[in-house]
Each structure stands twice: as C-alpha cells, then as structure tokens.
C-alpha cells in the first residue's frame, strides 16, 4: 500500500515570498490533516479536511495560510506572504475517517516538507 | 486543554540494554488515547505503541512496552534489547475518544551507543 505522499521535500525562500506544498493521501482515505513542526516541538495541527470540506482551522493563521482539498483527494497547503517563524517541517497525514485513535482507521503520516524562511 | 509534557529532551542507552522515556498529561476527560511516536530523520511520523485509556493492561508491542498510571496522568514508553535502529526522536502524544487531534509533546531524543 503506498503512504501518504508530499512535496517538495525541502525549499528554501525569502521572506514576504510565497511557497505551497503538496499531500496525496493514502487511496480510500477520507480524513486529510496538515500538521505544523517547528524545530524542537511535537507537531502542532493546522486545519483538517475530511473529504473536501474542512473540518478544523481553528489553529490556521488565515492571514497567511491557506488550504484546499479540491475533489477530495490531493490537497495543497500556501503561504503567502512567508516570515522568518514559518521555518518547520510542514507533515501531512491521512486516516479513513476522522477518529486519530481508532486502531482500524489508518492514521498515516507523510514525510513532510522542510521549508525554511530566510 | 490538553497538554503533554516531556521531561527529557536527549536520552542515551547501550546497544541491547533498557530505556525508559517518560510523558505526563493533563486532561479533563476520562476516556482517550495516548500514543508513542517514532521520528527518525526521514522525518515520518511512525506509530510505535496505543493505549486506550480504559485499559488497564499496559500495552507492549515486542521490543516496546508502557506503563500506563491513569491518576497520575503518566505514560512512560520501555524499549527492552535497544538497536541501533531505535536511534530517533521519540514523541509522547494525546488524542480524545473520537476526536481528531493528536496532541504532542516535545520529544526526547534517543541516541543508541554500539
């Protein structure tokens, strides 16, 4: 079974630059989150999608981050404009529905982006 | 709200000795989940060990075992025989029944000396 997959897996930009990644979850799966690291933290949830509406942004600084989960598969994360404390490690995870500790639902992470903002 | 707390930032221990990290967390709810999580430097996050809250037998998957203290809010992750491969981050996280948000600590860093 493939995992969640991401990209780009590094990028480097300057601030006030725009940047956007990229998630293709786990085929079947209908609950798609994005996930914040910052260096020396556990990772911090960002929004939640399942299928194609959101179902948690609260977390989400809507000035500059944004997200869409268009036809309920792939999903794309952007910033615009990026700051310096945007550097961390951006993961992606999916599950079959929503539920993280349900044993049966697949809760599956990517391997992230590292972006940093210089 | 929920938080979790990890104590130790770096622990070491011997190739094919014991380990034990540590995590405490603070919740008000009576039923969830706790997690430890596996980060090597490919940076995916690996599902080592769940222990559902209204269990009390302490889970164990091989290698790997907790120690689940409910009324004092601890959950200590034990790594018996340690491999080189164990090497990683480890992350202690929480996550309320049916919710969707896990909740992580800050990790400890395990280093395995040959």
């Given at each position: 079974e493939?995992?969640?997959?991401q ?8 601030k ?8 293709n979850?786990?085929?079947g ?15 911090k949830?960002?929004?939640q999608?399942q ?8 977390q ?5 981050f944004?997200?869409?989960r268009?036809?309920?598969v ?9 700051k ?5 490690v951006?993961?992606?995870a999916s599950?079959?529905r929503?539920g993280?500790?349900?044993p049966?639902y ?5 391997s992230?982006t ?5 | ?9 770096e622990?070491?221990?011997?190739e094919?000795?014991t ?6 967390y603070d919740t008000?709810?009576s039923?969830?989940y ?5 980060q ?12 559902e ?10 290698r ?13 992750l ?8 164990d ?10 029944t049916?919710?969707?948000?896990l909740?992580f600590?800050?990790?400890?860093r ?5």
């Amino acid at each position: 079974e493939a995992g969640v997959a991401q990209s780009p897996r590094y990028k480097i930009i300057e601030k006030r630059q725009s940047v956007a990644f990229w998630c293709n979850p786990i085929s079947g799966h209908a609950t798609l989150y994005w996930y914040q690291q910052i260096l020396g933290q556990g990772p911090k949830l960002l929004i939640q999608f399942q299928n194609n509406g959101v179902v948690d942004d609260s977390q989400l600084p809507k000035d500059r981050f944004s997200a869409e989960r268009l036809k309920g598969v792939d999903s794309t994360l952007k910033i615009q404009p990026a700051k310096l404390e945007d550097s961390a490690v951006y993961l992606c995870a999916s599950s079959l529905r929503g539920g993280a500790g349900i044993p049966n639902y697949g809760y599956t992470f990517g391997s992230g982006t590292r972006l940093t903002v210089v | 709200a929920q938080t979790v707390t990890q104590s130790q930032p770096e622990m070491s221990v011997q190739e094919a000795e014991t380990v034990t990290l540590s995590c405490t967390y603070d919740t008000s709810e009576s039923d969830y989940y706790l997690f430890w999580y596996k980060q090597p430097p490919s940076r995916q996050m690996i599902l080592v060990i769940r222990q559902e809250a209204y269990k009390q037998q302490n889970a164990t998957e091989n290698r790997f075992s907790v120690n689940f203290q409910k009324a004092a809010k601890s959950f200590s992750l034990k790594i018996s025989d340690s491999q080189l491969g164990d090497a990683a981050m480890y992350f202690c996280a929480y996550c309320g029944t049916g919710a969707n948000n896990l909740f992580f600590g800050t990790g400890t860093r395990l280093t395995v000396i040959p």
